[in-house]
Structures are given as structure tokens and as C-alpha cells.
């Protein structure tokens, strides 16, 4: 891609006079924005980059031995993995409200990178994958707290409260855009194609207050219906998919027995930015035997429902 390639050469040149000789700390999700930042940024400036990847407990199924293998095996750069979901679970017990949520992982990300960040042997510069929605979505709805729909822990706040400076190369981009320019930095097409994922994690797909147990449950089933959708080709057609369990238990039968489980929402939607979407338009067929398979699949579930709000009025998350 020609003007990705020009992009390409202008974001590194503008990295390398940003940062200088100095150490950069990169907080790396594993979803494409900040994949995309630490590739390059780390073509940047090397070895001056340390990754440091939080396992905070709210990860799908798989999806830690996936990023580690990928940056610390394929790419060979230093990476940190940071087993921290006794911390960050432990914080959440008891917490329900989404904001408040939303600021526990925020607050306890800053605690985790601060310790890296000292590791690392004094690292001033902290990388993000923040996109140009990102921004724009923070600063419309930043008139004050009647109208702050969502905090977006990777806009605002984070790098000052680190005395970190920031380094945010996607800033300008869309999404399509950052996918584009990942390729031409030569990452997989199955990392690329990836859908989005929010930095809170399963946090905010678990409405209600987060249990391990029912983290184990909603792992599960958000496992069932990814994998349908993609043996049945849609991934690519679908922008985001994903399955959000319900604070709310249902009466089944299942052989001669009753059940009490917990219900869960199929969630699946195109978009080309994230800032509006449509609920996709999956057949009958698919929808019932997908149901079907959480359900014989996935002990603790056994009533499944499908979220068809668009955004606006709905937002793609539940919370
Ligand atoms: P909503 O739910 O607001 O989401 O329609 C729009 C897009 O943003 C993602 N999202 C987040 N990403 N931190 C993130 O890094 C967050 O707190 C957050 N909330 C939503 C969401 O998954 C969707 O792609």
C-alpha cells in the first residue's frame, strides 16, 4: 500500500526525533492498535522498547499464550508478562458499576506499568495505540460527568499520573488504516483481522459483579461462538462478536431435570469505525445451533439470547 508506506516512514522518523536514546515502555493488549504501535515503534528504536503485556484475568480463552508467543517468539522483543489477575480480580470483587470498574483496571494498570516501568531501568516514555476515534469519542463526551458516556482508560490521565511522556503513533489513524499499516509492517493476517477488544477485558462483558467463576463460564461460551462464526466464514464479515453473561439466572429442563443457570447474549455486529454499528443479520439456523452448542457445551448456561440494538442507541459493549 503506497500511502501506508509513506505513513510508515514518516511515523518512524517522527518516533525516533520524539524519543531520542531514551526507554519506552509499551502496554501491549494483544489486540491490533497496540500490536501495530509496538511493531512500529519497536522498528523504531529496537531494544529501547520493553512490552509489557498484563495479564489481568479478563482475557479470552488462549489469548495470553497467543500475544506472548507472537511478540516475545516471532519478534523477538523484550516483552514483560505480568501475571496480575489476583490483583485485579481481588480489586474487582464486589464492584458492579461499570465507571467504577472501568477506573479499578485503569488505576491498577498505571500500578502495574509504574513497577515495570521502574524495571525496565527508567523508562520515560510510555506507548499507546490509541486511535483517532479513541480521541474523538473522549473529547465530545468530556463536558463533565453527566455526560462522560465511557472512560477510555488508554485517553487522558494514565502517562501524567506515571510522570510518563506519551508516545501515541496511531493517533491519527482509523481503524482500517491501522489494520493497513500493519501489514505492510508484515504482521499475520490472523492478527490483523482480529476484532477489537477492549482494554477492560471481560470486565465489561460480565455485567454485574465479576466472579472467577463466572469469567470461567463467559470464557467458555465467547470460545463456542467465535468458533462457530468462524467455521461458518463470517469472522471477516463481522466487526466485533462476542458474548456478554447475564447477571441473571433461568429455569431450564434438561432431560427429566430442572436447571438454574445463567442466561448469556450473543453480541455481533459490523461497523467501520466502532463509532456507529448494526447488529449483524446471522440465520435462524446458525443463531439456534449455536444456542445449542453453549448450551450442551457450556456447563452453567443454559438459556441464550441475541442482542439485535444497533449503536446508536445501544453501544457495542454492555458496558
Ligand atoms: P462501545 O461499547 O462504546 O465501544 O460502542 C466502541 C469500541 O470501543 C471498544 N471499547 C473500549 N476499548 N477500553 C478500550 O480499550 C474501553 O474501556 C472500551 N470500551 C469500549 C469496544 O470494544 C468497541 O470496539
Known sequence: DWTMGAYREEAIRLIREQVGDAKVICGLSGGVDSSVAAVLIHEAIGDQLTCVFVDHGLLREGEAEQVVTMFRDHYNMPLVH??????????????SDPEVKRK??????????????????????????TLYPDVIESVSFSGGPSVTIKSHHNVGGLPEKMGLKLVEPL?????????????E??????????????????AIRCPGEI??????????????FIDQIRKHGLY???????VALLPVRTVGVMGDGRTYDYACAMRAVTSVDGM??????FTHEFLGETATRIINEVR???RVTYDVTSKPPGTIEWE
Open 300 to 302: 452453567g448456561i443454559n
Open 171 to 183: 493517533r491519527e489513524l482509523f481503524k482500517d488504516e491501522v489494520r493497513a499499516l500493519g501489514r
Open 82 to 95: 505480568a501475571q496480575e489477575d489476583d490483583l485485579f480480580l481481588d480489586a474487582l470483587e464486589g464492584v
Open 236 to 242: 471477516d464479515e463481522i466487526w466485533q462478536a462476542f
Open 276 to 281: 456507529t454499528a448494526d447488529y449483524y443479520p
Open 211 to 224: 466472579t472467577r467463576e463466572k469469567l470461567a463460564i463467559l470464557r467458555r461460551a465467547d470460545a463456542v
Open 104 to 129: 479499578t483496571i485503569g488505576k491498577l494498570f498505571i500500578d502495574v506499568f509504574q513497577k515495570h516501568a521502574a524495571e525496565v531501568g527508567g523508562a520515560t516514555f510510555l506507548a499507546q495505540g
Open 185 to 202: 509492517l508484515g504482521l499475520p493476517d490472523s492478527f490483523i483481522g482480529r476484532h477489537p477488544f477492549p482494554g477492560p477485558g471481560l
